[in-house]
């Protein structure tokens, strides 16, 4: 959250435009068109409760005989493996789900959705190559697939969706454009697809096609972003912050009681990174919050634009009110140990050390891709407080917390500033500098970049 603003609840990139590959518990039970929030729930069977229940159990081969007892009763539901696959996604036990998915590629090669699911899979972890491989596989064997007309009709948008998503990755635009426009066909009233159309449009260099595309999508849907936000999205992408803050004023014109609107142009406006776009930051995150006092978001965003104004009392005042709404969320409190440790109130030093180490005992553990930054985050911040509290004291396990943090390969460019400092207190500065430099060569504004520039700029003069 406090390093590079595209990550978590700052995201500034276009990812949301990007795949919008659905995720297990979304598509199964029965799947739903690529970026469909309307997905059918499972109907109300015993069997499913059943299965359910010998689940949580951990009775797992009696949890898929039932399921094959539903499939039987219901022919539009799903094979019996694919069922179990989607409880253990949800039970987030990765390694099940692909024993399952593999399982019903063996029990029914005829059945398309878990190639689909295997294919997202990999696209998730952009094993593309692998993914396009199971994405034609599966429209191959839909174009025959005659059990469900109701899951045929759910998977064929998805099927378009997900190989859209394969030209995506490879940056061949008009085959995406092409892809998007055949699901549209088959999902006519996807806003999603219809903004991922815009994007493709827009790295065509037709952005006034672009725009007309991200007005119909929201007519379709009310709820997506304003089309100006989304089309200064995509000229951030493309370096562009001259157009990126026009069409930023033009969203605001636009849609000024718009709480995304407000909350996306604040965005914007830090990640353009001037002084003066960050005071422009401040002032639509407190409009934001005017419109919604207790928007989480707001809030967080509020406070990470105090970390990069060094208004670190104020950052605190937002990051307490999130960190109260939500107690467990890991970027409220990991942020709030960053601002109360920059204080000169002793008392308020304790307690981002207390919060700094209770956020390392909790996200240990866990495994999962962003667990993997959180656990990099939390070494990172564990190992800044403990040196902003004590650099003498406290160098040597500040030390290797931050060593730890950046071995996880996960870090971020804030992370690889505090581990020169400390690197640097320990007499090591050749390490300094390659850190300081790595760090650097981050586009996208991120909290200590101007004290990064400063110190290695010392260094290189000695």
């Known amino acids: 959250m406090r390093a590079i603003l595209p990550r978590t609840i700052l995201g500034l990139t276009i990812a949301s435009l990007a795949l919008a590959v659905p995720s297990l518990a979304q598509t199964l039970l029965p799947p739903g068109g690529a970026g ?52 253990c ?18 029990k ?14 990999d696209l ?33 948008p998805r099927a378009s969706s997900d190989q859209a998503a394969v030209s995506e990755l490879r940056e061949d635009w008009p085959t995406a454009q092409q892809r998007l426009e055949e699901c549209l066909k088959l999902d006519p009233k996807n806003a999603i697809v219809m903004q991922r159309v815009a994007r493709s449009l827009f790295q065509q260099k037709k952005a006034q096609e672009a725009f007309e595309k991200l007005k119909q999508a929201k007519q379709a849907d009310d709820k997506v972003l304003t089309p100006e936000l989304i089309l200064a999205k995509l000229y951030l992408g493309f370096n ?46 407190a409009k934001a919050l005017e419109l919604d006092s207790k928007s989480l978001d707001a809030l967080m965003l509020r406070g990470v634009i105090g970390l990069f104004q060094k208004d670190y009392a104020g950052a605190v005042s937002y990051f307490e009110q999130a960190a109260m709404m939500s107690p467990s969320a890991f970027p409220a409190t990991n942020n709030l140990a960053l601002a109360l440790v920059e204080l000169k109130d002793e008392s308020k030093k304790k307690r981002a050390l207390e919060y700094a180490v ?42 290797k917390q931050l060593r730890q943090a950046v071995g996880t390969n996960a870090y971020n460019p804030d992370t690889l500033y505090y581990a020169a ?19 650097l060569k981050t586009t996208a504004p991120w909290t200590m970049k101007t004290e990064a520039k400063s110190l290695l700029e010392q260094l290189n003069k000695n």
């Open 89 to 106: 996604s949800q039970a987030q036990q990765g390694q099940l789900v692909l024993m399952y998915l593999e399982k019903a590629v063996q």
């Open 240 to 285: 562009d912050p001259t157009n990126a803050k026009k069409w930023t004023a033009e969203g605001l014109k636009n849609a000024s009681k718009d709480l995304s609107t407000r909350l996306e142009a604040a965005r914007i406006y830090v990640q353009t990174g001037q002084q003066g776009d960050l005071d422009e930051a401040k002032t639509q995150a």
């Open 421 to 439: 400092v400390v690197g640097l207190a320990n007499k090591r500065s050749e390490e300094a500098k390659r850190f300081l430099n790595q760090a």
């Open 108 to 121: 029914s090669p005829e059945d398309p959705e878990a190639y689909l699911q295997l294919g997202e899979i």
């Open 36 to 87: 469909d929030s309307t997905a059918k729930k499972p109907p109300q069977m015993q069997e499913i409760d059943d299965a359910i229940s010998f689940f949580k159990n951990g009775d797992l081969e009696n949890a898929e005989k039932k399921f094959e007892e539903a499939v039987a009763k219901n022919p539009d539901l799903p094979p019996a493996p694919l069922l179990m696959a989607q409880l």
């Open 124 to 156: 998730n972890q952009r094993r593309v190559a692998g993914a396009d491989l199971l994405f034609m596989k599966a429209a191959e064997l839909l174009k025959k697939f005659n059990k469900s007309a109701e899951r045929k009709n759910a998977m064929m």
């Open 358 to 399: 209770e956020n390392v005992r909790k996200i240990q553990g866990t495994q999962n891709q962003q667990n993997a930054q959180n656990v990099a985050e939390a070494l990172s911040t564990l190992g800044w407080v403990l040196y902003r509290i004590d650099p003498v004291k406290n160098l040597d396990e500040a030390d």
